[in-house]
């Protein structure tokens, strides 16, 4: 039985081609990027061309790119460097970012360093950037904004130089997690209000633990890891130097199809939409999924009956991968807490599936089909 996989905001597949360029970094290449000999300097040639490499496709200074483990590393890099060594004391964020950002935000407030604001959403689930600029104004500490490009579970997307204007307008630092954008849509670093963003390579088909964080120019932070002068004494620790190859090739790749795949993986999505509309009685999608949103995500809310509450259970006996909310909470079904923020409604379960190019129509037909019987 084919199994059919729809949860490519969690992760995706590794490409091939990025596999490829990873291989001779994994059998021969395998010198440590901090050793003098011949090794050693083929090994930090690499990652430098990979920096460039970023650096281009995101239009930024390859010195304002940092390779990381992934977004959760580069988040809490950020966030902790904007409170202990920029001065922010008072940091406005929502509850519905990524848990990366919400518990280091709440581990810095608990320890007493920074006090914390949350920024109303709005019934679409998209932010109140009224709300933003009230909380922007009547704070008496320097600001430090943290809000997601793209949430992970709705799709929402957040107009980034909006909000990161108002950040300028009132003195404040702003870090946005890119995790679900960067490789999904076009970035132009030097032309956007932004101190720090975020990726993760395993969301484009790169290598999973492989990451980066970019921090603008003008900013001078001290590292969140110690003990060696890796990343220019930004980040200590033998680079991932694979995962760092590889995650640079799947950009380029990414990049150089993001037109044409953006075009099919959103007709999917909306084939989807209407033939769940057409067969499904009862369902509604959070969120803003036709408007300003991610093409690749789409949630659902299932009418709570017996059957329904044990649906991603009984997807997965079906062999159809998809999640209940982000991965990084499932095992253990709390429910979600960005739809808890926008529609906690106790009689809805809500599915998220995410798609890539390797989906199809037929896939989806199958899905429909099954959800008749579960639901």
Partial sequence: MQRIYLDNAATTSLDPEVLEAMMPYLKEKFGNPSSIYSYGRESRLAIESARKTVGKILNAHPAEIFFTSGGTESSNTAITAAVRDLGCKHIITSQMEHHATLHTVEHLHKMGEAAVSYVEPLANGHIDLEDLEHKLADSEDKCLVTLMHANNEI??????????????????????????????FPFDLRNTPVHFITAAGHKFHGPKGAGILYINENVRIHPYIHGGSQERNMRAGTENLYGIVGFARALELATARQEEDSVYIKSLKVYMMDQMNKHLKGIFFNGDPLGKSLYAVLSVSFPKTEKSEMILFNLDINNICASGGSACTSGVEQGSHVIRAINNNPNQVTVRFSFSRHNTRDEIDILVDKLKDLV
């Fill in 155 to 184: 799709g929402n997307m957040l107009d980034i130089h909006a909000v990161g204007k108002l950040c300028k307008s009132y003195g404040a630092i702003f870090h946005s997690d890119t995790v679900q954008t960067v490789g999904h």
